[in-house]
Structures are given as structure tokens and as C-alpha cells.
């Protein structure tokens, strides 16, 4: 075997080892947070037989703190759990939850969950007006953001594609206003649905960070901060 053949399996063979050793990092730290969560229900479930047990009026913040916290690491270890079975990197994995079908991310550096929806599923052309079809997906994303994320501030992003509004000119001025509008209608969807308006925002983004379509590019994203 040549000088080139026997570098190039050193290089491999040192690959190898460097993936085995994220894995096994990533398997240990998998491991610990298991066992973290375990101990975090275990106290959960106790605070809630003595709240059960205890005078109306008692305090529970201690129990909802716990149960908010659990949620943030659940949304963790989902990510690790993704990680570990696929490529290691730090980029965004895919997130457990009911959603409804739309695609939910997790990114572990932004610590944030993402909830893409398709524009088209939620608004007909240049509307800002919710599409009673879309009513069961907003109904599970409110619902999940209410069991595991009720603490947790979100973020509502309203996006367009780059066509100039024509057809609904007498409703919105341009792609921002439209943006806005969409996003807007969102957040009031789910404020319907009992999710705490004190943790909704929303922000207009027009055409601004295009998608590689334009199909793709008309979108709402629903963004919980996880930490």
C-alpha cells in the first residue's frame, strides 16, 4: 500500500473514533438528563398528592414551576434522542409533539422550538383570514403549547413570497401589512384556545427571509423560546 492509501486510512480511522466519541458523549449526557426528568416527576407526582391533600387556596407554584422545567428538558432530550440516531451536529432536529402535522424543529444552540405552518394551508391567496380546514392544526399546536410549553414564551412569524399585493389592494397596503395581519390572526386563534396572551408576540417579516420557493416561503412560524 502507497504513502497516500495509508494516510487516508489514518484519517478515516481517526474519523471513526471522533464520531464514537461525540456519540458516546451525546449517550452520556442523554443518560443524565433521563435520569434528571425521572427525579423531576417523582417530585412533581408528590407535589401533587399533598396538593391534593392540602386546604384550597394552597400554593402550587413550586409543582407548576417543576412541570415547566420538565417540559424544557423533555424538549432537550427529544433533541438528543434525534442527535443520537442520526448524523451528530449541532443544527436543528425534529421535535416529538402532536403539532398537527406540521413540522416542529428543536434548535439545542438557539434553544428554541419551531412550528412551521405552509401559508397555503392556513390562508387563501393574499388573505389574512384563518381557513376553517386549518382549525384542527391550530387546535393540537394550542394544546400542546398549553400542556408542555405554558410558561414559555412564543413567538408568531408572519412571512409572505415576493409578489406585490394586487388583489386584495383595498385590504393591505403591501407584504409587510399582510405579514402582520397573518401573524396577527394566528396569535388570536390561539388566544382563543386559552393559550396565555401575556406569553404571545408577534412579528411582520413580509418577504424578508425567503424560502426556496415561493410556495415555501409563504409561512407562519409559531417559535417557543425553550430556555
Not at 125 to 144: C, M, R, V
Request: aromatic share 4%; hydrophobic share 40%; proline share 3%.
Amino acid at each position: 500500500m502507497g504513502a497516500q492509501g495509508r494516510i487516508g486510512l489514518l484519517v478515516m480511522a481517526a474519523l471513526a473514533i471522533f464520531t464514537t466519541g461525540c456519540q458516546s458523549s451525546l449517550a452520556d449526557e442523554r443518560d443524565k438528563l433521563v435520569a434528571q426528568n425521572r427525579e423531576m416527576q417523582s417530585t412533581i407526582d408528590r407535589l401533587k398528592m399533598e396538593k391534593s391533600a392540602a386546604p384550597a387556596g394552597t400554593d402550587t407554584s413550586q409543582a407548576d414551576g417543576l412541570r415547566d422545567q420538565l417540559a424544557a428538558r423533555d424538549a432537550e432530550l427529544a433533541a438528543m434522542k434525534a442527535a443520537a440516531t442520526n448524523t451528530p451536529g449541532p443544527g436543528p432536529s425534529s421535535a416529538g409533539g402532536d403539532f398537527g402535522g406540521a413540522v416542529a424543529t428543536i434548535d439545542p444552540k438557539a434553544g428554541t422550538l419551531t412550528v412551521n405552518i405552509p401559508g397555503d394551508v392556513l390562508f387563501a391567496s393574499g388573505q389574512a383570514t384563518i381557513k376553517p380546514t386549518s382549525h384542527a392544526t391550530l387546535d393540537k399546536i394550542a394544546a400542546t403549547l398549553k400542556k408542555d410549553y405554558g410558561s414559555k414564551q412564543v413567538l408568531i412569524n408572519g412571512f409572505t413570497d415576493s409578489d406585490k399585493i394586487n388583489k386584495t389592494k383595498d385590504k393591505f397596503d403591501d407584504n409587510w401589512d399582510l405579514s402582520y395581519e397573518r401573524a396577527k390572526a394566528v396569535m388570536q386563534y390561539l388566544e382563543s384556545k386559552q393559550v396565555a396572551s401575556k406569553n404571545l408576540a408577534i412579528v411582520a417579516n413580509g418577504e424578508n427571509h425567503a424560502k426556496a420557493s415561493k410556495d415555501l416561503s409563504r409561512r407562519v412560524e409559531i417559535v417557543v423560546n425553550l430556555r
